[in-house]
């Protein structure tokens, strides 16, 4: 079991920048691949980036490569994104979700979740 708690969330204009930390209670946490999801409102979940624990490649969805950075801190059970040049379109809610293996650009492939914190970027 893992318990995931995402911080970091909050108002920005266009073109800043924000940093989202997830912090996660587990034993194991380096062998878990981390991701982060979005879902805006009215809209489907959708994956943003992950990043591997033991096995695998650090995958970026279109809309974040050159804009967000995951980074991980196994000794803290910490993964980051940092988000920079955001636009209105990144607004959401931001989750972050574990798995075992590689990272799954799917939500499906995820059982632990956490419960989100919210992104809004004004124009």
């Known amino acids: 079991q893992v318990q995931l708690a995402e911080s970091g969330g909050g108002l920005v204009q266009a073109g800043g920048s924000l940093r989202l930390s997830c912090t996660a209670s587990?034993?194991?946490?380096?062998?878990?691949?981390m991701v982060w999801f979005r879902q805006a409102p009215g809209k489907e979940r959708e994956f943003v980036v992950g990043?591997?624990?033991?096995?695998?490649?650090?995958i970026y969805a279109d809309s974040a490569k050159g804009r967000f950075t995951i980074s991980r801190d196994n000794a803290k059970n910490m993964v980051y994104l940092q988000m920079n040049s955001l636009k209105p379109e990144d607004t959401g809610v931001y989750y972050c979700?574990?798995?075992?293996?590689?990272?799954?650009?799917?939500?499906?492939?995820?059982?632990?979740w956490g419960q989100g914190t919210q992104v809004t970027v004004s124009s």
């Open positions: 979700a574990a798995r075992s293996g590689a990272v799954r650009d799917s939500g499906n492939s995820y059982v632990f």
């Open positions: 990043i591997p624990g033991s096995v695998g490649n650090t």
């Open positions: 587990s034993r194991t946490f380096s062998t878990y691949a």
